[in-house]
């Protein structure tokens, strides 16, 4: 079955750090550039990071140097490391494949609050 998996969200405070995963199945992942998509109640679903098949990453500027994308083709997983956490970055964060650039396999999402 061709699916993403993700996992890893949940509560954290202001600050705090959180680690993302996405298992792969069903496709040759490491064929494949992946990316971490967010959307936050009432908003659009945003871009956040991007890696290649080779491990070139891209990022939001919301994001630069606190998330970093990456990625396992050993285990089928990509990993988003979310760092110095703001309200801001509460969302569902998705896991996608792309082709082309663009998503065409999307994750179930996992839910990522970040209060105090």
């Known amino acids: 079955q061709v699916q993403l998996v993700e996992s890893g969200g949940g509560l954290v405070q202001p600050g705090g750090s959180l680690r993302l995963s996405c298992a792969a199945s069903g496709f040759s992942f490491r064929f494949y550039a992946m990316g971490w998509y967010r959307q936050a109640p009432g908003k659009q679903r945003d871009l956040v990071a991007t890696?290649?098949?080779?491990?070139?990453?891209t990022y939001a500027d919301s994001v630069k140097g606190r998330f970093t994308i990456s990625r396992d083709n050993a285990k089928n997983t990509m990993y988003l490391q979310m760092n110095s956490l703001k309200p801001e970055d509460t969302a569902v964060y998705y896991c996608?494949?792309?082709?082309?650039?663009?998503?065409?396999?999307w994750g179930q999402g996992t839910q990522v609050t970040v209060s105090s």
């Open positions: 890696i290649t098949i080779g491990g070139t990453t």
């Open positions: 996608t494949r792309l082709s082309i650039g663009n998503p065409n396999l």
